[in-house]
């Protein structure tokens, strides 16, 4: 019978503030540049992957295949959160993350050197997919690491604002990679970016390995993680369960109502980001360097927004403004698409950016929601089982099966009722979720 097991922080009154502060910076950073370097390959898929990796008979069947290529990074999250869940639980946070980070800046790298289908032939696609499938590894290894340096470091009743450092690396990310594209599109004609423009910000990616190498040297584990290590004897941490074995035995239920929780917002983002961007200029013939910037202002609001609700959670609860947010963004489904539909560059800003804001509403607490719902023993393995069950069924699947609902209806409106249904999904797994913690 699966049971919400109940979070013991640790009272942590004795840690610096300093320390706090580098090991909290240490983890945004960190999340910053993974998802850089994972958004970058979202937003060349959506321009130009199609075209140089899948030549087909249309732009459209190109766009799918890149998009394919896309969701199989999502494929490979579960395994690095598997994998590095079970090591992280038994071996610490710190390492793991070291090794996501270096494994995402190899990857990236290797995508930006790699050479084309007009060069090698099929060998392009094929280890186009393979170096995708290792950035998936590296960020499902990545987000449990850096969101327990956080949290698990936080002060008493501040749970919720030191894990929404975390999750501002969305934001960053997103800024970064647009900003880095935009640049490259601006300082080259149409065919050198197609050439080798659009190789630049995944180059830029190599600079992840220096950030791996500072927090091998310089972070600390976390203080929680050492107190569930002091406690245990050596018998029993010879004799210590899997912590996989123990969530899926134990608490199979509560990974999959996070999963089902957070799936509408992860699938809604890459919509925003990456979906929409191909729908308004391939179909919308909406300039791209126009549409890139929206995306960069909207998520610069993120930046704001996100530790704005984390904070409020902190006070009010998670689980409330959690529901403000899902609740939200089923609202702004159809009028999302009705605006972007116009055509218009400042209706697709106000559409993109009310959806912004209900998705911020509900990534603010999303970290600390999730590291409160399993123990020390098992929390970097069940809070990143949740996340990438969503991440798989929500964000990888989503900017493919928009391509494909767009193409069967003819409407945008069926995206808007994909959105609608991983809303009601979302809303019946928070009621479960809110109805568990309450018969603790």
Not at 131 to 156: F, K, N
Not at 175 to 198: C, I, K, Q, R, Y
Request: glycine letters at 10%.
């Amino acid at each position: 019978m699966d049971t919400a097991p109940t979070a013991h922080p640790l009272p942590s009154t004795a840690l610096p503030t300093a320390n706090r502060r580098r090991v909290a910076t240490a983890a945004a950073l960190a999340s910053a540049v993974e998802w850089y370097d994972y958004f970058v390959f979202g937003i060349a898929a959506a321009l130009v992957l199609g075209d140089l990796y899948f030549p087909a008979g249309s732009s459209t069947a190109g766009v799918l295949a890149a998009f394919a290529t896309f969701a199989v990074g999502f494929l490979a999250r579960p395994i690095g959160g598997i994998v590095a869940g079970h090591l992280g639980d038994k071996r610490g946070r710190k390492p793991m993350l070291v090794l996501a980070l270096t494994l995402m800046g190899l990857a990236t790298t290797g995508i930006g050197l790699l050479p084309t289908y007009d060069t090698i032939g099929v060998a392009a696609p094929i280890l186009l997919v393979a170096l995708r499938v290792v950035q998936g590894i590296a960020v499902g290894a990545q987000w449990g690491g850096a969101m327990l340096l956080a949290t698990e470091y936080a002060p008493e009743g501040k749970r919720g604002v030191y894990g929404s450092v975390v999750q501002l690396g969305v934001p960053i990310g997103v800024v970064t990679a647009n900003t880095v594209f935009l640049l490259a599109g601006a300082f080259t004609t149409d065919s050198e970016f197609a050439a080798w423009g659009w190789r630049v910000p995944f180059l830029i990616g190599l600079f992840v390995l220096v950030l791996a190498w500072y927090i091998h040297t310089k972070v600390e584990e976390t203080p929680e993680f050492r107190e569930a290590e002091r406690q245990l004897t050596e018998k029993e941490k010879a004799e210590q369960s899997s912590p996989l074995r123990t969530i899926l035995r134990d608490h199979l239920g509560t990974v999959l109502l996070a999963g089902g929780s957070f799936a509408v917002n992860t699938a809604t983002f890459y919509i925003l980001i990456t979906g929409v961007l191909d729908y308004t200029t391939r179909e919308l013939d909406m300039k791209r360097s126009a549409v890139l910037t929206v995306s960069l202002c909207v998520s610069l609001t993120q930046l704001v927004l996100i530790p704005a609700a984390a904070a409020l959670s902190d006070r009010v609860g998670r689980i409330k403004i959690y529901t403000l947010g899902a609740v939200g963004i089923a609202l702004w489904a159809i009028p999302l698409f009705l605006l972007i539909d116009t055509g218009s560059l400042l209706w697709l800003a106000v559409g993109t950016f009310v959806a912004s804001c209900f998705l911020s509403i509900m990534y603010g607490p999303q970290a600390a929601l999730f590291a409160e719902l399993f123990t020390p023993e098992m929390r970097y393995t069940g809070a990143s089982l949740g996340y990438q069950i969503a991440a798989v069924f929500g964000g990888g699947l989503a900017p493919f099966l928009m391509v494909l609902l767009l193409e069967a209806t003819g409407t945008s409106m069926a995206v808007s009722g994909y959105i609608i249904v991983l809303s009601v999904i979302a809303l019946l797994s928070i009621k479960v979720l809110a109805t568990k913690a309450r018969s603790r």
